[in-house]
Each structure stands twice: as C-alpha cells, then as structure tokens.
C-alpha cells in the first residue's frame, strides 16, 4: 500500500513537493488550501482527485498518511500540530517555525503522536551536499573547525507589503526565508550546541522597489515591510566550532551567492552557486570541492556531480516519502531544527540589544 498524502498549500513549492512525493513512490491524493482556485489549479495540473477549501475537511475525509504544509510561515506550527494531533506525520516547508518556541511544541507533537516530522531543507538533497557529506562522513575534512555561510543576493526582495516582508506572518526577512546555508553548514558540522550569536541587521533598502526580486508575490498596496534586508553574524558552539554567515535580499553584492565555505582540521572545502545574470543561466557557476595538503602540495580536489536546477527541492520531498516507506534515513530531525531555530532567535535578539546572546 502507498503512503497517502495531502498537500496544506497551494504554492510554488507545491511544483516540487508532489513530483518528489510520486518518485518516491508516495500518493498524493488531496489538496487544500484557502484559495479554492489555487487548488483546484495544482489539482488539475498534477490530476490530484479531491480538492477541499479546509484542512480540517481534508483531514476528516481524505484518508491520509501524511500531509506536506506549503503555507506562509506564521502557519507552520498550528498546520503541523493540527496534522500530528490527527496522528499524520509531516512535511513542512522551511523554516520550521517562526521562532524555537513553536518548533519546540511542534518537536514535542511528533513525539507524542510518534510520527515523522521532517522540513524541507532541500539543500541538503542537492547532489552537491550529498557528495560533500558523504566525504565528510568517510573522515575527509576531519573536524570542521570553522565555517561561513552565505546566501546574499543584489536585488531579491520577493515582493512588497505580503507575507514575507510582514514579520507577525513571516518571522523574519533573509535571515528566516535564506536560513538554507545556515542549515547546510550546521548540517556539514554535524549540528553542534550553539552558545553565543552576534549580529547586526540592516533594513536600508527594504522598501525601495528597486531591490524586488524576480521571484516572490505580487506587491501589496500599504502593507508592511517590517522585516532586515541582510544580516551578518556570528554563531561560537560548545564544542569550541564557529560558524560566520550573511544572508541578504537586498544589499550591493557583486552576484547572487549561496554557499557554505569551511575550514576543517585536515582539509576545507566548499559548496556553492554563483547565480547568473538571470537566475540559474550559463553565467551561473557552480564549485564542490575538497582543500588538502598531500605529499607537501596544496591540493585542490574538485567534486563533479550531476546538475540540479531545482536545488534538490524534489530530491527532498521524495527523501520524506522514501523515510516513510523505511527505505532511506530522513534527512533532517526536528531536533535539528530546534537548534537552528535557537540560532536565528539568538541573531535577532543580538541585532536588537547590540550585545552578544547567549542560547538557551
Ligand atoms: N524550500 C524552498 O526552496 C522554498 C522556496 C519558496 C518558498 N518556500 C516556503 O514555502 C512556503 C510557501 O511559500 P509560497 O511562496 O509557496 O507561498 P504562496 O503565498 O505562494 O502560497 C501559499 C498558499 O498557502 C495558502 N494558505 C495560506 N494559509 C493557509 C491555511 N491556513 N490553510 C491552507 N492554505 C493556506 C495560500 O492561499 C496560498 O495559496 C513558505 O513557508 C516558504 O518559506 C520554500
């Protein structure tokens, strides 16, 4: 029998989910989404049977074994917790929360229910971050001592005055919506107990129209743009590790860059995508490789793997289906977000006060 699965949200990201779902080897048998016409637009393109216009509706009568939230953030948590109660497990878009409150009751929901709750940190299933920790388990790069992740784009607004310039719906601005290389650097250090956060947090262009991103949602007339256009920081873990990242939509970059760069103790390495003039185009380039020292030379190893345009955004959702099958590991745990959620409170909560945090 298939694993069934309901879709909360008919976003873009809905383009990924359900392709990903079907490869692995998952159903997706429902959709719902306050927007009937939305739904029943993704219904009809991937020939989804039942379209309803209330999860609770959809959770009642679909029969399901899973469902995946594709919602503005401010939705994950009550989303997940109405679907664990109901004893389905869950696939939530990133970030997991909108704060380490929220993904805390959530992580504690799936405990309770013993279901599966996994994010959608599609990073991690690009072909480049396969491989990379692949050499990292096999002891390549030994301990990561310090590492450096960037998502920074030029002119990537998504949108004016929506959900994702409004904190109360969002939780945030680059540093919540681009927390993917935070997550992979964390993930390529194997998740240590963060302690302190500095950063600082700029919001200069956040209004200025001449930073919309090509991507995103319609701009909405006077709605609120309350959230940082980039933000610098710093994260010290317990384990004595650091880890430096930028994330911006809006501030004067050469290029869009998204990458995680790290120094371990016996060699460093990096991920990364250099988008082109128009998005992903010929321009674009993109590195994975390992830094040694080997017979007295600097060795420059480089790690070629398959192309992936959608930043592993099906290889993730099909990751979920393949979890819940027990024929692949997840690739992320709840306890994982926690922290990653303790982090991007701490950054906030330092660019406020000015000082460093410590995390609890
Ligand atoms: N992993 C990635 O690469 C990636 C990329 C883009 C967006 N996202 C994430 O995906 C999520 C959705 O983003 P999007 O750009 O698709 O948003 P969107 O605004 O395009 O679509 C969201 C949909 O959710 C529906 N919705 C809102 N509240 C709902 C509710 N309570 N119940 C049912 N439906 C509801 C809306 O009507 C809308 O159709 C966000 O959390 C975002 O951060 C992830």
């Not at 998502?151 to 681009?178: C, E, H, M, Q, Y």
Request: net charge positive; proline share 5%; hydrophobic share 45%.
């Amino acid at each position: 029998m298939s694993i069934k699965i309901g879709i909360i949200g008919a976003g873009g990201m809905t383009n990924y989910h359900i392709p990903g779902f079907i490869a692995g080897g998952a159903e997706v048998v429902a959709i719902a989404d306050v927007n009937q016409v939305a739904a029943q637009r993704v219904a009809d393109k991937f020939n989804i049977p039942a379209v309803y216009d209330s999860v609770a509706k959809m959770i009642k009568s679909a029969k399901l074994d899973a469902v995946s939230v594709v919602t503005p953030n401010k939705f994950h948590k009550p989303l997940a917790l109405q679907a664990l109660a109901a004893g389905l497990h869950v696939f939530c878009e990133k970030p997991p929360a909108l704060t380490a409150a929220e993904i805390r009751a959530m992580a504690a929901a799936a405990k309770k229910a013993k279901k599966t709750l996994m994010f959608n940190f599609n990073n991690r299933a690009r072909p480049e971050a396969y491989a990379m920790r692949s050499y990292l388990e096999a002891g390549a790069a030994g301990r990561i001592n310090s590492a450096q992740a960037l998502w920074i784009r030029r002119t990537g607004i998504p949108g004016f005055g929506g959900w994702f310039t409004t904190k109360a719906l969002s939780g945030g601005g680059p540093v919540i919506d681009l927390l993917h290389m935070i997550d992979l650097a964390l993930y390529f250090m194997d998740y240590p107990d963060p302690e302190w956060v500095l950063a600082q947090t700029f919001n200069d262009f956040i209004a200025d129209k001449g930073f919309k991103g090509p991507w995103g949602i319609p701009d909405v007339a006077n709605g609120v743009n309350d959230v940082e256009a980039s933000a610098h920081g710093f994260v010290r873990f317990k384990s004595g590790q650091v880890l430096f990242l930028r994330n911006a939509w809006a501030e004067m970059n050469k290029r869009e860059e998204v990458s995680v760069t790290f120094q371990g103790q016996k060699a460093g390495g990096c991920v990364k995508r250099l988008f082109g003039r128009d998005g992903l185009d010929e321009t674009s380039i993109d590195t994975c490789e390992l830094y040694t020292q080997e017979n007295g030379c600097s060795v420059n190893r480089d790690i070629v793997t398959a192309a992936d345009p959608a930043m592993g955004r099906v290889r993730s959702a099909q990751n979920f289906a393949l979890a819940l099958a027990g024929k692949e590991k997840p690739l992320n745990t709840p306890g994982q977000a926690v922290k990653l959620m303790q982090i991007i409170d701490a950054l906030y909560a330092s660019a406020k006060s000015g000082k460093p945090i410590k995390v609890k």
